[in-house]
């Protein structure tokens, strides 16, 4: 039997024994195991997607990735937005929705779909919508508006609203201190995504620590 990968044929799976014949991709999985972090994690995944599927398909017996730890993987510090950044994303908000928009970003770190949401108490005389947000499409519906309106207007921008969500996550982190519960608790963020916050805040911390003169402390 054999399988594909690339376009080219793998050498065949002995039936007999069921060990994996294809020296090329094992040795794809060796190389791997010598990997760390997103080098590691990134091609690993792949390999293994691929095999399973084989695999599952009666194409090969075993795996030869199963085994094989991604182990940690070590993100980035992530960094806040610079101020010309966010000034230029205030400057392309020229309307009272796009800055109620803006605001809903930057200081309640609210998603796209958050943002699209909330209703009001009270309709309008002309509408039926009770929707925070309408526009020309939804205005005689009771339909929200789409996430492609809500984010058009700082597309093309550096501080776009999902970055305008993580800068305020991370002002928080570092405002009030680098706690993943604090940090989990205000935003109703899950686990990992607190703790990388927190771990990046403690980061930028200590470097800015480290640039302060020893007469300045």
């Known amino acids: ?13 002995d039936a007999d024994d069921g060990r994996f014949k294809d020296r ?8 791997i195991k010598t990997l760390h972090g997103h080098q590691r994690h990134d091609p690993l995944g792949a390999l293994d997607s691929l095999l399973a599927w084989a695999k599952r398909n009666g ?23 610079i101020p010309g950044q966010v000034d230029r994303s205030v400057a392309a908000a020229t309307t009272p929705a796009t800055r109620l ?17 909330p209703p009001r108490r009270r309709r309008w005389p002309t509408t039926a919508n009770l929707h925070l947000l ?36 991370l002002e928080e982190a570092m405002v009030r201190g680098p706690d993943p519960l604090h940090l989990a608790e205000v935003f109703r963020l899950e686990e990992k995504t607190a703790m990388r916050y927190a771990d990046s805040a403690r980061a930028l911390l200590e470097q800015t620590a480290e640039q302060i003169p020893e007469s300045e402390q």
């Open 101 to 117: 928009i803006l605001a809903l970003a930057a200081v309640q770190a609210a998603r796209v779909a958050q943002i699209a949401n």
């Open 1 to 13: 039997m054999t399988i594909r990968r690339h376009g080219r044929p793998c050498a065949p799976v």
């Open 59 to 81: 194409l090969i017996f075993r795996n030869p990735t199963s085994r094989v730890k991604v182990g940690q993987y070590e993100y980035a510090v992530l960094q806040p937005l």
């Open 134 to 169: 309408i526009n020309n499409q939804t205005a005689h519906t009771t339909s929200r508006a789409g996430n492609h309106w809500i984010s058009a207007p700082m597309r093309g921008q550096e501080a776009t609203l999902e970055r305008l969500r993580f800068d305020r996550h």
């Open 24 to 31: 090329g991709t094992a040795r794809d999985a060796h190389y």
